[in-house]
């Protein structure tokens, strides 16, 4: 693939490594300190993270790359006749890396050492520069000084302060839960090693947002345990005459749910099925099914015991007469979830647990009611005092239950017309019910989305996400704020539709205090955006469940020509923009980006000797600089830049009255052999 790509592109570079997810993202700020200062610590805190059992790895985030800029004014090299391109070619030749040879001997081997490499700034500003006839030092024709990327990239903020994010990922198959625990162990050392200045914060909480989803699921599922245990004792053990409650038929029934659940748990434990969201959701829905089956064979002993059958009879019929009328039932319910299983999606995949974890909780059910409980009702079961005659239905209740059967035969056509009518009417009412897949998650956190027109620059999101901030800040609902300028945020969720780096692009991670806070928060938010951010495109939502959908309504318009595509486009979106139930319609081109264009004279260019080469060199250099060679301090490669002076490159003029070399050596205006002008 890379021999088919233009001559100068870099890549193409492959991560196989983006799925990883930052459960924990952690923000290191500091007062009083330089970036590269807070690197340091925030190196040292990396070091103490990675001795955690059950992480997999530690990642900075926000780190501004150092930079050495020389700064050289084009208007001082036009004067002494010296281009850029060979002050580079002396500083690469003098720092330039490269294999020195080794002298054999008999009983040893000495490696050549050649001095000249940059081992501190003061060796970069006194490095002889060969101009014409003379020779100068580098410091005497540009000014050199240490920073970081200018302008920058991207950066992170954390209640509105600047910081390096520190990411952590869990090795596979880990206990998230206790991860966070030994992970607050280790801030609470690394608090005490930091200096005074150097704050941390969450800002992403994984192990916690997983600990309260839990808890909640479990205590739905303990919930809805006590509910059929109580549904059990009442329906089985409820009798009229006299009035009372047997509890032992519901006590068989009890005993059989933690003995499912236990079978369950292990074989999810040999299919690699993990306890979440999905999986629990799944116990829940197959709780009220899993005891049907016990339900059955209980009631089946009970009523013959009734009839006067001893208790090993009873339990040998309740095997008999169930056993297979169960499997089958089983079976076909077990089989409602299969088309789950078999979707060949994202979704498909992502919720595969609910068919697997169900159809083992309900084939173990099946094997504990047919038996489990006939052993348990053998034991448990008493016999009644009084035996009932064979017909142990000759009661009030289902007397009545009778005639209404009855009467449903009797007019058997009826009775079709009103469950078809009933099956229709439920099918009608669908329309009017929230139809949605996979719900927004339970997680706290709002995820806000500003795009700037494209082309802006990173000052001007920087400034936006800034005004953003300072407003949240002042909300009473809001836990902590962060924002990523120029870049989205890491995966700290799995389910995260994660953006890539954009000049005009902020991504916010809003954190309220609580459930509450949030549903009165994000309409609040929603609207201070539309009101005081007319020029940004804002998208403001809640995490998903299931898997990443950028946005619910996408249509794709693709063609040879790029003209009639984006027309086309332009006229999709006027009709969806129509639509009442649409907003924020857009396409992924954006606007068309404003350039600087530089029309040159070919043939004037090659009568004076010079190439659109070196013109494109001479403008990268005076408008973003160039990096020339590297700085190696350490463990670390700092690059050293070229650029023009802030007064040369600040402004349009400053292009149109620079000069650019001839092959003889000599200067002339880049207005001679080009013309400038704008466009799209």
């Not at 992170?156 to 869990?170: R, Y």
Request: with cysteine.
């Amino acid at each position: 693939m890379a021999g088919q790509l233009p001559q100068g592109v870099q890549g193409p570079f492959f991560n196989d490594e983006f799925g990883d997810t930052f459960g924990m993202l952690l923000g290191f700020s500091a007062q009083g300190f330089e970036y590269a200062e807070l690197r340091d610590f925030v190196d040292i805190a990396r070091n103490e993270l990675l001795r955690i059992p059950d992480v997999a790895k530690v990642q900075l985030f926000g780190v501004q790359p150092e930079k050495i800029h020389l700064n050289i004014s084009h208007r001082k090299l036009s004067q002494l006749g010296i281009s850029a391109q060979e002050i580079i070619n002396q500083i690469r030749a003098q720092n330039q890396v490269v294999s020195q040879g080794v002298l054999s001997l008999n009983d040893q081997k000495l490696w050549a050492r050649v001095e000249g490499e940059f081992t501190s700034i003061n060796d970069l500003r006194n490095m002889p520069i060969r101009a014409g006839k003379h020779t100068i030092r580098l410091a005497d024709i540009a000014t050199i000084e240490r920073g970081y990327q200018d302008p920058p990239v991207s950066k992170i903020h954390f209640n509105g302060q600047e910081v390096i994010a520190v990411g952590l990922s869990m090795v596979s198959g880990g206990d998230i839960m206790a991860l966070g625990e030994n992970i607050q162990k280790a801030q609470r050392r690394i608090q005490e090693m930091l200096p005074v200045g150097i704050e941390m914060g969450t800002m992403a909480n994984q192990p916690q947002s997983v600990k309260r989803s839990v808890g909640e699921f479990v205590r739905v599922l303990i919930e809805a345990i006590v509910i059929v245990l109580a549904v059990s004792f009442l329906s089985l053990g409820l009798h009229t005459k006299p009035f009372r409650v047997d509890v032992r038929p519901g006590l068989v029934v009890a005993l059989t749910i933690p003995l499912v659940l236990a079978i369950t748990f292990l074989c999810m434990w040999l299919f690699g099925i993990n306890l979440h969201k999905i999986s629990l959701g799944a116990l829940i829905i197959a709780l009220g099914l899993l005891v049907d089956d016990a339900i059955i064979a209980v009631e089946m002993m009970v009523r013959k015991l009734e009839e006067g059958y001893s208790r090993f009879d009873s339990a040998t019929f309740a095997y008999e007469s169930t056993a297979i009328p169960m499997l089958t039932g089983t079976l076909i319910t077990a089989a409602g979830f299969l088309p789950i299983a078999m979707a060949k999606s994202a979704a498909g995949e992502y919720t595969f647990s609910i068919f697997a974890v169900t159809a083992i909780a309900l084939l173990v059910s099946w094997c504990v009611a047919v038996v489990f409980v006939p052993y348990l009702g053998f034991h448990l079961l008493k016999t009644p005092h009084h035996v009932h005659d064979s017909n142990v239905f000759n009661t009030p209740f289902y007397q009545q239950l009778g005639k209404a059967v009855e009467a449903c035969i009797r007019h058997r056509w009826l009775t079709i017309g009103i469950t078809v009518a009933a099956f229709v009417a439920g099918g009608v009412s669908f329309r009017f019910i929230e139809q949605q897949f996979f719900p927004d998650s339970n997680r706290l956190e709002i995820m806000v989305n500003l795009w700037l027109p494209e082309g802006a620059s990173y000052a001007q999101s920087e400034a936006e996400a800034t005004r953003l901030e300072n407003w949240l800040l002042k909300q009473p609902e809001l836990q902590s704020v962060s924002a990523f300028v120029g870049n989205g945020a890491p995966r700290f969720y799995l389910s995260l539709d994660q953006k890539f780096q954009q000049s005009n692009l902020v991504e916010l991670i809003v954190n309220p205090k609580n459930f509450e806070a949030r549903q009165a928060l994000k309409p609040k938010l929603e609207q201070h955006l539309a009101e005081h951010f007319p020029e940004v495109r804002a998208r403001v939502n809640l995490l998903p469940n299931g898997p990443p959908v950028t946005y619910p309504v996408q249509f794709v318009v693709q063609g040879p020509n790029p003209e009639v595509v984006r027309t086309v486009a332009d006229q999709v979106k006027a009709r969806v923009t129509e639509n009442t139930y649409t907003q924020s319609v857009h396409d992924n081109w954006n606007e068309n980006i404003k350039v600087m264009k530089l029309e040159v004279d070919q043939a004037r260019a090659r009568a004076l000797g010079v190439t659109s080469q070196s013109i494109a060199q001479s403008s990268q250099v005076l408008l973003s600089g160039i990096p020339v060679a590297q700085y190696r301090e350490k463990n670390r490669l700092i690059d050293i830049v070229l650029r023009n002076p802030d007064s040369e490159r600040s402004s349009f003029d400053a292009l149109t009255s620079s000069s650019v070399s001839t092959a003889q050596g000599t200067f002339v205006p880049l207005a001679q052999v080009a013309k400038f002008g704008y466009g799209f």
